[in-house]
């Protein structure tokens, strides 16, 4: 693991992320952890792991996966964990999710009392992989002797902070985001937009960044998010339609990789030409805005620092009715991506606290929106950013602009 | 009549030669693994294991026996009654797996590479004439 560790710019610990989990769960008195998040998955297998899956972590030792029996050989043959702690379930007599579980738990660790942390809450995202209400009283029946209690923060709390090869996976997403960014633009120029819908465009951007390494247009509100004309004006998540660009439109390319689990999250703007002098202010405004906020990203800085500098900002400019509020999301390994911090100590559960306080290497989505639905314009930005000590890395570093193209 | 009665001590022996003859390792891929058969409800009300290990893809051990079986790497639990409607061909392992018929303890994934080499193993077993 060492040698793997200096020679791959890529290579994660996941070592110590299981001994910093184990630590977390000795302080809270858990005897065994069983994680069903994605991005746990992600976090801990260091594969793709999309079907319904467990992972018991116990609180010493290696920790055991198990997944839907078609994919397990597949997962077996990418993850660093071996053969005996890559399990399957399947609908049959003590195999099943339930039964397999409560074996493993009862029978092979010998934990038949103590304390057994889940994840269960609330999100945005509906993929999140919270224990459902069903398995919750499935597993606390099969295994009486065991309180369950809600632990999720543990590994957000230990995956808050990314470590050097998880920020450079990022940075490479990013650099797959931008390959597909240019393909986007090349395949609009020069009058190449005329016909094109906006699957089409998405399609374009998906093949170029696969090409340069990526693995998956990751995202769930639509894959590669495009949007034109007044669908951009609507500023919620945007799956391609069959919709034909056209002249005077803006444009929204919202492009995602993904390269070892880490996600590029790209979204660039443009307007086709002719443009109006109302769409180019609102462009520029949108420019300024969020130049403004990658600007104020940096380590010490807070949310509702931020959120609130940004308000002063558009407020002079005139623009503010059109920012659609909050300046970031989460973002981490696939399956991480809406939770800012880790506190479970919030105003509000499970939405962003204002006074959270950005850390070094810490990473969100610096996300921004502006919708001016009654002017049919709208815009979006993404791009996942390093919190570094006086300000902050953008991982994609296609250019901040929005171009009138004819 | 048949030969020998399941699961008697001259079916083990007969089980025993016939596996040795039969299964060679490069025929049983060279698979280290155990499993037991957990038997309940025998005829005679008891609950019996069949005990088979096997290293390099030689039978190294099998037993029957009645009390803690040794431990296996896999655990097979059912009725008497369905092993020997599996055995007699009158009913699928797999469909008595998923009627629960049969539960199946230990990783589920190594258990299904394994299987087919298993199964070889098993169709040794029930060609031994046998009374249930």
């Not at chain 1, 992972?55 to 029996?69: D, S, W, Y």
């Not at chain 1, 002079?316 to 920012?323: A, L, P, T």
């Amino acid at each position: 693991m060492a040698d793997n560790l200096q020679d791959d710019p890529y290579a994660v610990d996941v070592e110590q992320r299981i001994m910093d989990i184990q630590a977390e769960m000795q302080k809270r008195g858990l005897d065994v952890y069983l994680g069903s998040r994605i991005r746990t998955m992600s976090f801990i297998v260091d594969t793709f792991v999309p079907w319904r899956t467990y992972i018991v972590i116990p609180a010493e030792g290696m920790p055991t996966l198990f997944t839907f029996v078609i994919d397990a050989a597949r997962i077996l043959s990418e993850t660093w964990m071996d053969e005996d702690h890559v399990r399957a379930y399947f609908g049959a007599g003590g195999a099943d999710q339930i039964d397999a579980i409560q074996y493993f738990i009862d029978e092979e660790l010998g934990i038949k009392k103590g304390r057994l942390g889940y994840e269960t809450g609330m999100a945005t995202y509906s993929a999140e992989g919270w224990l459902t209400h069903y398995e919750y009283e499935q597993f606390s029946a099969a295994l009486p002797g065991l309180e369950f209690v809600n632990s999720h923060d543990i590994v957000d709390g230990v995956s808050l902070i990314k470590d050097k090869g998880t920020i450079n996976r990022f940075r490479e997403a990013g650099r797959i985001v931008d390959e597909g960014q240019k393909a986007a633009r090349k395949a609009i120029e020069n009058g190449g937009w005329k016909g094109m819908t906006e699957t089409e465009l998405g399609g374009i951007a998906a093949l170029a960044m696969r090409r340069a390494g990526s693995v998956s247009e990751w995202n769930f509100a639509g894959l590669n998010e495009i949007s034109s004309g007044w669908r951009t004006g609507l500023g919620a998540c945007t799956p391609p339609t069959t919709k034909e660009f056209a002249a005077g439109e803006a444009l929204m390319f919202d492009l995602h990789a993904m390269f070892k689990l880490a996600l590029g999250d790209h979204s660039h703007n443009y307007l086709l030409a002719p443009a109006t002098e109302r769409q180019r202010w609102h462009a520029d405004n949108f420019v300024a805005c969020v130049q403004f906020v990658a600007d104020s990203y940096r380590a010490g800085a807070t949310p509702g620092d931020l959120i609130t500098e940004l308000g002063r900002f558009s407020e002079d400019r005139g623009c503010s009715d059109f920012i659609l509020p909050g300046v970031e999301h989460g973002i981490g390994l696939f399956g991480d991506e809406w939770r800012v911090g880790a506190s479970m100590d919030v105003p509000i559960p499970y939405w962003t606290d204002p006074e959270h306080v950005y850390q070094e290497n810490e990473m969100v989505i610096l996300a921004m929106q502006y919708a001016a639905q009654e002017d049919d314009v709208g815009f979006r930005y993404e791009n996942p950013i390093v919190i570094r000590k006086e300000d902050c890395e953008l991982t994609s570093k296609y250019p901040l602009a929005i171009e009138e193209i004819g | 009549m048949a030969d020998f009665t399941y699961l008697s001590p001259e079916w083990v022996e007969e089980a025993r030669k016939r596996l040795t003859e039969r299964l060679t390792p490069e025929k049983m891929n060279r698979i280290t693994s155990s499993m037991t058969n957990i038997y309940k409800n025998c005829p005679d009300g008891k609950e019996r294991y069949m005990y088979v290990a096997i290293e390099n893809g030689n039978i190294a051990t099998f037993e029957v026996g009645e009390g803690e079986p040794p431990k296996a790497e896999f655990k097979i639990i059912a009725d008497y009654e369905t092993f020997a409607k599996i055995s007699r061909a009158e009913l699928g392992a797999v469909r008595a797996l998923t009627s629960r018929k049969l539960t199946l303890r230990g990783n589920m994934a190594k258990a299904l590479r394994l299987a087919p080499t298993v199964d070889k193993l098993n169709k040794v077993l029930a060609s031994i004439p046998a009374d249930y």
